[in-house]
């Protein structure tokens, strides 16, 4: 059965830090894009981040590119949202995701993700 379980949200102060962890099981992710998604209240879920499990190409939204970091765990099987910098307008539920690789995948389609966390709250307060 394969788990995603995100940790690491809370309440921050504008300017501050915060790192989200997905822990990941269930099966082999080394084919697999993992993601990170957010959904603020009364608005649509966003992408955040993307990055292959093996490494490589790696793809941020706009408005976090320069303040945030998505990398992998070295030993556990792990994928990390490193946020810098957080802003009000970062407040949301965080989710991480994963997607198989493929030929016409869309890494930033929410809709081309196949198992999804059950989400983090980020509350950025200024």
């Known amino acids: 059965q394969v788990q995603l379980v995100e940790s690491g949200g809370g309440l921050v102060q504008a300017g501050g830090s915060l790192r989200l962890s997905c822990a990941a099981s269930?099966?082999?992710?080394?084919?697999?894009?993992m993601g990170w998604f957010r959904q603020a209240p009364g608005k649509e879920r966003e992408f955040v981040a993307a990055?292959?499990?093996?490494?490589?190409?790696?793809y941020y939204v706009d408005s976090v590119k320069g303040r945030f970091t998505i990398s992998r765990g070295a030993v556990r099987n792990a994928v990390y949202l490193q946020m810098n910098s957080l802003k009000s307008e970062d407040t949301a539920v965080y989710y991480c995701?994963?997607?198989?690789?493929?030929?016409?995948?869309?890494?930033?389609?929410?809709?081309?993700?196949?198992?999804w966390g059950q989400g983090t709250q980020v509350t950025v307060s200024s």
């Open positions: 995701a994963a997607a198989e690789y493929g030929p016409g995948l869309q890494w930033r389609n929410s809709n081309h993700y196949h198992y």
């Open positions: 990055t292959h499990w093996s490494g490589g190409s790696t």
């Open positions: 269930g099966r082999s992710f080394s084919s697999y894009v």
